[in-house]
């Protein structure tokens, strides 16, 4: 019999030591190690190990005719989207998103769509009973679906289940954390029990062809719980992001090796589960508040799908020493790097004023097109002047001030041109990717400080309603803050 190991491992990155101590040093998290017994952490036996031989592989050559996976359409079009044309057989995925987000919601809804398209499809709840998926199916209308139920734990149960019969074309398991398996002694949702959990289902759908779906829970800080060899293992990974007070929800693409990687699926969660938005740009746009500083709307791309969106910032005089910067929906780096050129080469003073910058709809932005659309947020919002509201924004802001170009111009203008945009404000050195058909007028600048200037230029003061006083307390007249942060000599060439 083999003799026990113990181990310390820690369940935030899986890290393994002898002795336990307050920190991991691999990942930095504390009070993640936990005593764990490593024996028979693979399946197979020690005995049978030291007496397997090795045998001689062929190898194979680059050049050779390559065939495309065969694919399995879920009949949801936002769901392929981000797959890159539906399941593949043999494929493990794994879900991740906040608790409550809908995860349960949209694999119910697509198990059902398979299932009544002729495909044996399984749904497996280790965190729910039978009764609790039926009365969410019944909930969203899917209770006549032939979908197969469980609710069940044991990795090695689940699997002879399916090998019985048919062999399923799409099973979901709900959750990896949940699952448990005789190989190794371990409780589960441990770091060696989800590994060796999600190593016996990977190793089930590649020989059975079927396409497993894990849910992942995920921390507080938004990844996925458990060992990160986990998503190394399978073979793609989706994020169900959006805000519980916004009824967006967006199924993100993180890694896929069967599809694109920066695709998006919007749906909007309503009473009957999540609807498909095919035109997101619409349903972002929709509550806009027109007329109002301190929003510009970004002509932005997600994967290949153009999205505009609304962004909001709002420049408030602050009296505290540190002023506050808050941002949702975009990297906080990205905002501090754009109000340290707005302040270096154009002259906007903002150390004495919080800045609160806000994603509309729930969405969040990673590509540094929306630098200019930010910027030109921010200085409106200052100057208490609104941005045309029929003007769209794209650029990438460099250090030095100048506004750079970026991808699928085209495609951006004509996205705007639909939506009955009449204007766009994007980089100079980009005119000539917008092609003569975009009906839009077309404003190309090559620095930050011209549209600094043309914003600040329609600037008006603040007043009280009630005082008549400005927002620095001094009656009438131009506002002292704007006559602090505007560099006058630039304005004045305008």
């Known amino acids: ?7 310390f491992v820690c369940q935030n990155c899986g890290a393994a030591y002898n002795r336990w ?30 007496k397997r031989k090795s045998r001689v592989f062929a190898l194979e050559s680059l050049a050779g005719k390559s065939v495309d ?36 919601t949209l694999l119910t ?13 399984v749904y497996i709840s280790g965190e729910e009973a039978i009764a609790q998926v039926r009365l969410r199916a019944e909930r969203l209308g899917l209770a006549s679906a032939p979908v197969q139920l469980a609710a069940e734990t044991s990795v090695e149960d689940i699997i002879a289940t399916l090998s019985e019969g048919t062999v399923p074309r799409l099973v979901v398991i709900d959750s990896i954390q949940t699952m448990w398996t005789d190989t190794v002694e371990s409780a589960p949702g441990t770091v060696t029990q989800v590994r060796a959990s999600a190593q016996a289902l990977i190793r089930f ?43 967006f929800r967006i199924l993100r693409s993180v890694k896929n090796r069967f599809g694109p990687t920066d695709e998006i699926g919007v749906f909007e969660m309503t ?3 999540l609807r498909e938005v095919s035109n997101p740009s619409e349903l ?6 027109l007329g109002s500083p301190g929003t510009a709307v970004f002509a932005g791309i997600e994967g290949t799908r153009p999205v505009l969106v609304e962004l909001q910032a709002l420049v408030a005089p602050t009296s505290l020493g540190t002023p506050r910067r808050a941002v949702v929906g975009w990297d906080s780096s990205r905002l501090s790097m754009v109000l340290a050129v707005l302040e270096a080469h154009c002259g906007v003073k903002l150390s004495g004023h919080d800045v609160y910058f806000n994603v509309a709809g729930g969405l969040r932005i990673q590509e540094p097109a929306a630098d200019l659309a ?84 329609r600037g008006t003061p603040r007043k009280a309603a009630a005082t008549g006083y400005d927002d620095d307390g001094n009656g009438g007249g131009k506002d002292t803050a704007m006559r602090k942060n505007t560099p006058s000599p630039r304005f004045r060439r305008q």
């Not at 043999?90 to 349960?104: A, F, Q, R």
């Not at 809804?109 to 499809?121: C, D, E, I, M, Y």
């Open 374 to 457: 930010a910027a030109a947020a921010l200085v409106s919002s200052l100057v208490n002047a609104p941005l045309p509201p029929d003007a769209v924004f794209f650029g990438e802001v460099s250090l030095s001030g100048a506004v750079r170009p970026v991808a699928q111009t085209a495609a951006r203008l004509k996205e705007a041109a639909k939506l009955g945009f009449a204007r766009a404000v994007l980089p100079e050195t980009a005119r000539g990717d917008a092609g003569g058909d975009a009906g839009l007028s077309l404003n190309a600048i090559g620095n930050l400080t011209a549209l600094v200037a043309d914003i600040a230029a």
């Open 69 to 104: 996976a065969p694919r399995l359409p879920t009949g949801m079009a936002e769901l392929d989207r981000v797959t890159g044309g539906g399941f593949v057989r043999g494929s493990v995925l794994l879900v991740g998103g906040d608790p409550g987000i809908g995860k349960s």
């Open 109 to 121: 809804q697509a198990t059902s769509v398979l299932a009544r398209a002729g495909h044996r499809a």
């Open 21 to 50: 101590q307050g920190k991991c040093d691999a990942c930095g998290a504390w009070n993640t190690l936990a005593e764990e017994d490593t024996t028979g952490a693979t399946s197979m036996p020690v005995s049978i190990r030291s």
């Open 1 to 7: 019999m083999a003799k026990s190991t113990l181990s």
């Open 284 to 289: 972002f746009l929709s509550e806009r508040d």
């Open 205 to 247: 759908a590649k020989k059975s062809g079927a396409a497993v779906i894990l849910v992942g829970h995920v921390t507080k800080d938004g990844q996925i719980a458990g060992p990160r060899v986990v998503e190394h293992m399978v073979d793609a990974v989706l994020s169900f992001e959006g805000e519980g007070s916004q009824q």
């Open 271 to 273: 009473g009957l589960g």
